[in-house]
T-cell receptor, first 116, second 110 residues
Framework: ETGVTQSPTHLIKTRGQQVTLRCSSQ?????VSWYQQALGQGPQFIFQ???????GRGNFPPRFSGLQFPNYSSELNVNALELDDSALYLC???????????????FGEGSWLTVV | GENVGLHLPTLSVQEGDNSIINCAYS??????FIWYKQESGKGPQFIID?????DKRQGQRVTVLLNKTVKHLSLQIAATQPGDSAVYFC?????????FGTGTRLQVFP
């Protein structure tokens, strides 16, 4: 049990639709990251939010966007869904006391997205 | 470019034996590494971490070794149990993202 919770756990969307995934970070954590994990592969970094601002982004198009709220929870939004967006979306949280220092990162169980 | 990879895609061990999972990384500036265990249908579970100012760290039944000279990490699991069966990832933690390898599947047989 990591204290990182995600919703929904599973969902099915149609190509072209939009989806919002939600994440509650572990208590005391101020940093949230999102990862995409395709079947049989390692997670790929999408972006990170630190104190409500985007603080790094991976190689994902602008139709992947996010938010972090004052309570440090977060949303991942994906517009114009494509079949290749089908994956496990993982949220991870950590506490960073300064921007340049990495610390232990804990993952939620993920949201399984299927695009048909 | 940055890359964290694993030598063996699948490792089969007998219950009770020790397991060793290896990982290579390419960014010599990396200063923090984490091992995760991922069971089918679940998110990655933190196992153990190590910073670059150390070469060994021990946890409960697990040990991580870091060789900065050859940019190599290993995870040792003592007395492997059926519950250890999973995919194991090493990850390189730059301050704003984790870079994962493709993973090693550990299979434990009786």
């Amino acid at each position: 049990e990591t204290g990182v919770t995600q919703s929904p756990t599973h969902l099915i969307k149609t190509r072209g639709q939009q989806v919002t995934l939600r994440c509650s970070s572990q208590s005391g954590h101020n940093t949230v990251s999102w990862y995409q994990q395709a079947l049989g592969q390692g997670p790929q970094f999408i972006f990170q939010y630190y104190r409500e601002e985007e603080n790094g982004r991976g190689n994902f198009p602008p139709r992947f966007s996010g938010l972090q709220f004052p309570n440090y929870s977060s949303e991942l939004n994906v517009n114009a869904l494509e079949l290749d967006d089908s994956a496990l979306y993982l949220c991870a949280s950590s506490f960073r006391d300064r921007p340049d220092r990495g610390n232990t990162i804990y993952f939620g169980e993920g949201s399984w997205l299927t695009v048909v | 470019g940055e890359n964290v990879g694993l030598h063996l895609p699948t490792l089969s061990v007998q219950e009770g034996d020790n397991s060793i999972i290896n990982c290579a990384y390419s960014n010599s500036a990396s200063d923090y590494f984490i091992w995760y265990k991922q069971e089918s249908g679940k998110g990655p579970q933190f196992i153990i971490d190590i910073r670059s100012n150390m070469d060994k760290r021990q946890g409960q039944r697990v040990t991580v070794l870091l060789n900065k000279t050859v940019k190599h990490l290993s995870l040792q699991i003592a007395a492997t149990q059926p519950g250890d069966s999973a995919v194991y990832f090493c990850a390189e933690n730059s301050p704003d993202k984790l870079i994962f390898g493709t993973g090693t599947r550990l299979q434990v047989f009786p």
